[in-house]
């Protein structure tokens, strides 16, 4: 027998588990040892020999390889260990670089895997998917992501979407009943919910028969393989940029061998110099410091709480213009409160806040038992019943799991001393109607001790009101008419000046043996019962972070299905609502196109009362007039603005897998200052890209030009090939990489959003390269010429002492690439990394000049103290003659 035509009980025997209590964990443990993990395995990796040796695949590195090997032929030993030695450093590195990018990725991975809801031990928890295992009970609802092979036992209205599997488009209707027919298909599977696929509507619970490459995914997980790793869009144009450097380093290098030849050296060593210029000049491992950068950026932003799943969003973040942010849960802190309930013309208050199920009722100021007063304790019965929220209590802490206004009313019905135990001994839930965004209403149908049944509505109030023939008034049935709406509506005006949210409470009783179907039926011709009022209070941190964002010419717009009244108050108070700044109504967007609302865009500050639906025309409108948008959502309806946003935003907590897939950035903690400290650091990630590019190709200009300026002026050669190559390994190396570790600048958010076009050499970097090139190859042609000058015969000292100029002004260089601005205006222990790489390439610099065994390979002496000063001297002119002037400017 399959498990498709199995009822509970045989499939409880089937898989030894229990529908009710699920699995113990020693149960878990061992199921997991014997079948391993819930996870499809991936292709293999490429293995860590080969990775290393593709850092000497570059044609440039071949060739120098090739010259090398020339050399130790003829009888150069020391030149060719030496040189090798260097490039196996070089190859190190960057196999070390692309290690730690690959496991950064890794880790994220791991961080954004789904996680399901299993009952474990008679509790309901949420682990990551890849820990479920065979025999588990899993539950589901609207927008989650299927963990595993499922055989569904209960449900209610649920439809999963199985493309992936099917490729059919529309969702599958889902039942729990076994079928007896006979199998043709996944899509005829009426009973099953397999790994991978949606939930579009309802929920259900499913005990899990197959886990890993055993689902029905797991037969056809080549399908899932093929996603490969993209390059951002900066590491697209650094590539580009890498082929005009590559043209432009070789045919510089060629006239620097051809003019060495012309002027009288040999062949042999101008070839070796060249090849060694060349390797130098090209920053071939520019790509792998863009990757580690961009992965160390997205480790720090874990630590602020947000996860980076796709990285051209680390770039986009630096250029968003508008943040469009939910409210609930995102601006404000998700615990709703209920503080008033309002029936019959009453109103009674509620003490305490949070999920602590612990306050007092109050009717115009004097305390009350809800027991004595039949329409308060009715409608909070009624928001407790009509409810699928559930309170655990971790420690002192309770612990909400489900919708926080479901919560709310949960824990308003708790302050009563009501309990679910103690309310299903009375009644018991014969269907649900799940909550839906379009009819914003959820209902059950509950049966009674007595065996009456009715139905429970709870929604929006205007909805509700409207599917409302009478309204329950002084404990008494009454027609709704105008005057009583009137009454109604202005006391509902009144909670929500309050910046209270307000939930309807209806009901009707039904007629024996009546079946109602669909929610359309249930939800109509109902009594009005009357309406909890909630408060949701802003986070304590996020007024100073719209400020913060507005003073980076950010603007934040807030997006929620609230009421107008109760939008306004809250974006007020969080300064998100200022002046003359519009608030558009869902209604209103509704009769707008695009085109439209592109006229008004840009004034409003509010969106009420919209729908999911709505989203993806602010999106739309907002990105007509050029601006770099990113959006939040949770829910599966945000899904299509999310993926439309430049930067698609879910919640970490409440956000549904739907959404977060949709997304390239993920908030663990929901909240909206993350996005604003995401933003800060992506800024910051792209401007220490843009100052390591600063930093490597200026130093390869100034080695360029130091070699071409000395072929022009008919001198020898002021560095020789291993001189060249030494320099590119002790400055390019670890200096660049801890300029990837640097920390914002403080005026970083006080910056106007980087324009979205702007290339690489924008804002003035093709100048600061070029300029402090020349002035860096310059500086050391001069300090060389004036000590051959002095003394023609010692080649080999004016040789050092260029050398030693050209690091020294590169590694003086560095400070100076840590601001747009000058060295002066940041401190210069600021980046300890930077600090301990610089003093590090010193180190090595120093050694080479006054260690013997290494004087011999790399054919350097000891220089006097005197021409250190020249040393210094000429190496600082290139960073301190710009800066000066820079100075002199800003004093003007």
């Keep these: ?30 199921r997991l040892h014997k079948h391993g993990f819930n996870e499809l395995k991936e292709g293999e990796k490429q293995s860590a020999i080969l990775l290393f040796f593709a850092q000497f695949k570059d044609f440039m590195v071949i060739v120098l390889l090739a010259a090398t090997l020339v050399s130790g032929i003829l009888g150069e030993y020391i030149d060719a260990i030496a040189i090798m030695a260097i490039v196996f450093l070089n190859g190190l590195l960057g196999f070390f670089q692309e290690r730690k990018a690959e496991k950064s990725l890794d880790a994220l991975k791991e961080m954004a895997a789904p996680q399901v809801n299993v009952l474990r031990d008679g509790r309901w928890l949420k682990v990551p998917s890849r820990e479920v295992v ?21 449900h209610s209205s649920l439809e999963i979407e199985e493309s992936a599997l099917t490729g059919e488009s529309l969702p599958a209707v889902k039942c729990s009943e076994p079928l007896m027919n006979e199998f043709e298909g996944i899509g005829d599977q009426e009973n099953m919910a397999f790994m991978g696929t949606m939930v579009t509507r309802g929920n259900g619970i499913g005990m899990v028969i197959a886990t890993g490459m055993n689902t029905a995914m797991g037969k056809i997980a080549d399908l899932l393989q093929t996603a490969e790793t993209k390059e951002t869009p900066l590491q697209r144009r650094l590539e580009q940029l890498g082929k005009i450097l590559i043209v432009t380093a070789l045919i510089l290098t060629i006239i620097v061998v051809l003019t060495g030849v012309i002027q009288g050296h040999d062949l042999y060593t101008m070839f070796l110099a060249g090849v060694s210029l060349a390797v130098a000049a090209i920053p071939e491992g520019l790509p792998a410091i863009v990757t580690v950068a961009l992965s160390l950026g997205v480790q720090r932003m874990i630590k602020q709480k947000a996860i980076v799943r796709k990285l051209p969003a680390v770039e986009t973040l630096g250029c968003a213009t508008v943040i469009c942010s939910d409210k609930t849960g995102t601006l404000t802190q998700n615990k709703m409160t209920v503080t008033k309930v309002w029936s019959g013309g009453k109103t009674w208050d509620i003490s305490g806040t949070g999920y602590n199920p612990v306050g007092e009722f109050s009717l115009r100021g004097v305390s009350v038992a809800p027991k004595n007063h039949n329409a308060l304790l009715q409608i909070i019965t009624f928001g407790m019943l009509c409810n699928k929220a559930e309170l655990n209590q971790k420690g002192k802490q309770h612990v909400l799991d489900g919708d926080p206004t479901e919560g709310a009313m949960l824990v308003a019905a708790m302050k009563a001393g009501l309990t679910r135990d103690h309310l299903f001994k009375r009644f018991t839930i014969v269907k649900e109607f799940p909550f839906d965004s379009s009819r914003k209403m959820m209902s059950v149908i509950v049966k009674d001790d007595k065996e009456n049944h009715f139905v429970i509505v709870k929604g929006a109030p205007d909805v509700l009101i409207a599917q409302c023939d009478t309204i329950l008034w002084e404990d008494r049935s009454e027609m709704l008419n105008r005057e009583s709406k009137e009454r109604v509506q202005q006391d509902m005006n009144e909670l929500a000046s309050q910046a209270l949210r307000m939930i309807a409470v209806g009901y009707k009783p039904l007629p024996k043996g009546t079946i109602l179907l669909h929610e359309t039926e249930a939800e109509r011709n109902l009594t009005f019962m009357g309406l909890q009022g909630m408060i949701d209070p802003p986070r304590p941190e996020v007024k100073q972070a719209v400020k913060e964002c507005r003073d980076a010419g950010i603007k934040t717009v807030m997006i929620t299905g609230d009421h107008v009244i109760t939008a306004k108050a809250i974006a007020k108070e969080l300064g998100i609502l200022k ?28 969106f009420a009362r919209v729908s999911p639906e709505h989203k993806l025309k602010i999106v739309k409108a907002l990105q007509n007039k050029g601006h770099v948008v990113a959006m939040t959502g949770d829910g ?6 999310i993926k439309s946003a430049d930067i698609g935003i879910s919640m970490g907590i409440t956000g549904t897998d739907v959404a977060k897939e949709a997304s390239s950035l993920i908030l663990v903690d929901d909240n909206f200052a993350t996005i604003k400290s995401a933003i800060n650091e992506g800024r910051n990630i792209y401007e220490n890209i843009r100052k390591f590019i600063r ?62 076009k702007e290339g690489v050499f924008g804002r003035g970097l093709g100048w600061k390269i070029i300029s402090r090139g020349f002035l860096i190859g310059l500086s050391t042609l001069i300090a060389f010429y004036v000590v051959y000058r002095a003394n023609p015969e010692n080649l080999a000292y004016a040789q050092t002492i260029a050398f030693a100029t050209l690091v020294l002004a590169q590694l003086i260089h560095v400070f100076d690439c840590r601001s747009e601005r000058s060295i002066f205006s940041r401190n210069p222990f600021g980046n300890l990394y930077l600090v301990g790489a610089v003093l590090s390439s010193l180190l090595l610099m120093l050694a080479v000049m006054y260690v013997q065994p290494l004087q011999t390979i790399f054919h350097t ?6 021409d250190w000063l020249l040393v210094i001297g000429m190496s600082s002119i290139p960073t301190f003659l710009l800066a000066g002037t820079f100075l002199a400017r800003k004093a003007q």
Excluded: W
């Design 695 to 756: 930093y490597l190709l200026a130093s390869n200009v100034g080695e360029i030009l130091v070699m071409f300026f000395a072929m022009l002026c008919a001198l020898p050669l002021p560095l020789i090939p291993i001189q060249i190559l030494f320099v590119n390994l002790v400055t390019d190396g670890l200096p660049a990489m801890a300029l990837g570790l640097d920390s914002a600048e403080d005026d970083v958010m006080k910056r106007n959003p980087r324009n979205a």
């Design 861 to 866: 002496v000891p220089i006097s103290g005197r």
């Design 579 to 606: 002046g003359k700044d519009l608030v558009l109504e869902g209604r209103q967007l509704a009769d707008m196109d695009v085109g439209e609302l592109e006229e008004i865009v840009e004034s409003v500050s509010v």
């Design 1 to 30: 027998m399959e498990f498709k035509e199995m009822n509970n009980q045989e499939m409880e025997k089937a898989l030894q588990t229990n529908v009710t209590h699920g699995l113990d964990d020693d149960e878990v443990k061992d």
């Design 134 to 154: 065979v025999g588990d009970i899993l539950k589901f609802s609207s927008g989650d992501r299927i963990g595993a092979d499922l055989r569904i036992v209960d």
């Design 636 to 641: 599966v309806n945000d899904a299509p603005a």
